[in-house]
């Protein structure tokens, strides 16, 4: 179930018990949290199910990308853990993200459960054009989002993974309902770390973001669940 605090926390650790501890000193604080591929293939399923009996939404991120049947089969191996949000790269192509957005819909009305909101990976943060000109992608960073994010919501995708900066510009391409879900949020005098295009919470969200993802400032600060809840109330969900 989706809360209407949009900040889902990075829990980026492959140390089970210290993510079940954040978890439940979060819980409350936070709308979601976010598992990525570190610990997912570290801690397993049983360990997963351990941070979802907390109760908090988890955005599962482990950008599949495969050849369609492929992703469909991964998608419908993943639907019933019911994470709220899942996703793979938009690079995969058209038939790759409807095969997953069906496998989605179709695993959730078999199994009478909600289906996740199934979202695309762009371009990485981490590819410049320099890099994406090696892969012989002759585009700008940004074009290639544009593009990208196009292809996701031909194919029915919910949304997509997107810098605070491309926010603008996709929330005019792609409408209201196109979800964009943000990293790279500093609240104000924290450090940028290795994050380059970093922008506040309130920020995003007046630019138009959808959900916040939020790791270091929560998880690193002295006490993350005041943290989390001084984020909260500086949007309004306190
Ligand atoms: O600690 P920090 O708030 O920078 O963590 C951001 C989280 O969002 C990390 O889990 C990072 O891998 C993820 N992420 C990102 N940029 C993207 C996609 C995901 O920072 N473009």
Redesign the pocket.
Known sequence: MMTDNPVFC?L?TQDTAQASQLANTLSGHIGGL?I?MEFFYAAGVAAYQNIADTGLPIFLDLKLHDIPNTVASAVKALCPLEPAILNVHAAGGLDMMRAASNAAKDTATEKDITPPLMIAVTV??SLEAKDLDQIGVSATPREQVLRLADLAQQAGMGGV?CSAHEVEALRNQCGADFKLIV???RPAGHAA?D?KRIMTPEAAMKAGADIL?????ITQADDPAQAASAIASSLGYA
């Open positions: 990075a980026d976010k990525g990485l943060t993974v990293p790279g949020i770390d994050q993802v939020i790791g270091r400032a």
